[in-house]
């Protein structure tokens, strides 16, 4: 009982941990692909910025999804049986 309760706190890390070193990938490659296009573009910045400032609110809500599915599974964990 007590292995499988190590797994799901393992497993939870996992989730995290992987979650947020693709979140921080994505938003740094998005980042400097938005500084080019407005370097290449200046005249764009506006409406370039809202479309990276949506992207970045979907990456981080994608992430925090992660977050809430790594808690469900630490505090409400369906696979021990009581």
Known sequence: MEH????????????????AVGACIGIGIMGSKY???A????EL????QTKMFLL???I???FLIGVGIAM???FANP???K
């Open 39 to 42: 370097a290449r573009q200046p």
């Open 35 to 37: 500084l080019e296009a």
């Open 4 to 19: 499988v309760l190590g797994y799901v706190a393992l497993a939870a890390g996992i989730i995290i941990g992987l979650g």
């Open 45 to 48: 910045m506006n409406e370039l």
């Open 60 to 62: 981080d809500a994608a």
């Open 72 to 74: 469900m599974f630490a």
């Open 79 to 81: 696979f021990v049986l």
């Open 56 to 58: 970045a609110g979907l």
